[in-house]
């Protein structure tokens, strides 16, 4: 028989206080503010960030939203609500302000830490929420003026706190620590729940060998955001090994990472393919020493290969991995294998750009209508996944149905397995479009395009794009006799979706190719739209 110790969060603070009190958090809050923190003072601020939110009246499973950019005041907030028994909701601020307002309330948060800058956005949707007791802003210096109500100050409530505020004991390992909500690809996003065993165990997973490596030694550089999908688990590992993070705040440029990268001597860093590809733009145009950068993990949506191999030439391991909110998020990851040792490099981009191979302690299985698919690059089915760190249902949702069966989640994507065992994406279900690694409905565009007065039919497609992988193209058939034009549709959808959910362009046919079921025939679309855009192929 072994030790019954619960894998809990507050077991990775004590190890930062313990261990790793010397090393360092960089943080950009703003433009012209970098903050530099060791672990051992960030840990005395998470204390009292637990203390402040217990004293205004937060308690064992109540919900905290934090709405925040990549700095150490989100990282304190990470740890110092589930660590004191409640859970932190991250709300990704790229949603609609109708999202946002949607899963504040479907959460029922009780308090909201706010940054400075986002303050604008909260204030749009704050009649509508109806749990927020209190908005605390997070800014370096004077608050902004602002219309929330019961506003307090983040630091002026940490200068009244307990640095030694002592963590309840007694947390249960499958307690909830955080939670997220996906991008809502159709309909309201669906939440998912993180629990402190969970996120012990995806920490531990990506600091192995053939994972993310994360270790002591590392700089690490998060991209890809903390309010989106734990930000690849990276804070947690970080804290968990002590690496030294480097938190880009704000509003960031192709320059300021590759500035960052030079400065602070990165050694791993992560995002979706948009960024790669801007900050190799930005490399080229004027270079900086990226000596020390070792690794980038990229996901999201897929990468070219063209661009993996300017990475490896420049001597830097493109890693593409894969996840999803519902996974916390890594599932599987494109490492070489020691028998590809003396392929060439093409050979190894070939493999490279595959979503990979599954991580230890995750199952995956690819099946279609035969039972689970052949491991010959070619056979496709739905990837389905189960693990300890994969979630078992959607928080207070009736589409848990949809997605959960049997022990697996099945994740909608179509997909293949090479003779390695790597997993390879080959479409989408529901024809999704993923856009900078985010995901757009096709068919909530659809809808509501053919909602207009003037529109017959709308079919959305997805397009190449040099920048964000995918953008969405709609086509359009007018009713007879009928007229309107691309701006007003674009108009007419403006005040339904999030920017960056509107069409690229609007194109108008005579007719759309259908099934036999009358079905749009989505295939046969893209064949066409090919030969209009050829510029965009990659």
């Known amino acids: 028989m072994m030790m019954q110790t619960p894998l809990v969060l507050t077991d990775m603070v004590k190890r930062a206080e313990t261990y790793y009190a010397h090393k360092e958090i960089i943080s950009r809050t703003s433009e012209k503010k970098v903050h530099r923190l060791t672990y051992g003072q960030w840990v005395k601020r998470t204390r009292k960030l637990a203390h402040a939110l217990t004293k205004l009246g937060m308690e064992r499973g109540d919900k905290i939203a934090s709405f925040a950019w990549n700095q150490h005041r989100h990282l304190e907030a990470y740890f110092a609500v589930p660590c004191a028994g409640a859970i932190l909701h991250m709300v990704n601020i790229r949603l609609s302000t109708e999202h946002i307002a949607y899963i504040i309330n479907h959460a029922g948060d009780k308090i909201i830490l706010i940054d400075e800058d986002l303050v604008p956005l909260i204030e749009e949707v704050q009649s509508e929420l109806k749990t927020i007791e209190h908005y605390i802003i997070m800014a370096d210096g004077e608050l902004p003026e602002t219309t929330l109500p019961n506003v307090l100050s983040y630091e002026a409530l ?224 739905e990837l389905r996944l189960r693990g300890p760190w994969i979630a078992a249902e959607y928080y207070k949702d009736e589409r848990t149905a949809e997605a959960f069966s049997d022990g697996w989640l099945y994740t909608g994507d179509i997909a293949v397995r090479s003779k390695e065992g790597f997993i390879k994406i080959t479409d989408r279900t529901k024809d999704l479009i993923k856009s900078g690694g985010e995901w757009i409905s096709s068919v909530d565009l659809e809808n509501a395009l053919m909602s207009h007065e003037a529109v017959f039919e709308a079919a959305v497609i997805a397009i190449p794009h040099a920048k964000w992988q995918e953008r969405p193209l709609a086509c359009v058939v007018l009713k007879e006799g009928a007229n309107t034009t691309k701006e007003e549709l674009t108009a007419f959808l403006e005040g339904q979706f999030a920017k960056w959910w509107l069409p690229d362009d609007i194109v108008f046919l005579t007719e759309i190719p259908k099934t036999s079921v009358g079905k749009f025939l989505k295939a046969k679309l893209r064949e066409s739209v090919n030969e209009i855009y050829p510029q965009l192929q990659l």
């Open 158 to 381: 940490l200068e009244e706190a307990d640095e030694n505020f002592a963590f309840p004991e007694d947390l249960d390992e499958n307690a909830p620590a955080s939670m997220c909500y996906t991008s809502a690809t159709t309909g309201n996003p669906k939440g998912v729940v993180y629990t402190h065993r969970s996120l012990v165990l995806h920490s531990m997973s990506i600091s192995m060998v053939d994972t993310m490596a994360i270790s002591e030694r590392d700089t690490i550089l998060p991209i890809v955001p903390m309010f989106h999908v734990n930000a690849w688990g990276m804070p947690f590992a970080a804290v968990n090994v002590g690496a030294t993070q480097v938190l880009i705040g704000p509003q960031f440029t192709p320059a300021l990472i590759l500035d960052f990268i030079e400065q602070y001597n990165v050694t791993k860093t992560a995002g979706v393919p948009t960024i790669w590809l801007g900050a190799l733009q930005e490399q080229e145009k004027r270079a900086r020493d990226l000596s020390t950068l070792q690794e980038i993990f990229c996901g999201g949506s897929a990468s070219p290969k063209g661009l993996i191999k300017k990475y490896e030439e420049m001597g830097v391991n493109y890693i593409v991995v894969y996840g999803m909110t519902e996974t916390s998020p890594i599932v599987s990851m494109s490492r070489d294998m020691s028998h590809m040792n003396d392929w060439s490099l093409d050979e190894k981009i070939e493999t490279r750009a595959m979503q990979g191979l599954t991580v230890p302690g995750i199952e995956s299985s690819i099946v279609n209508e035969n039972g689970e698919v052949p491991w010959n690059g070619e056979t496709m089915g």
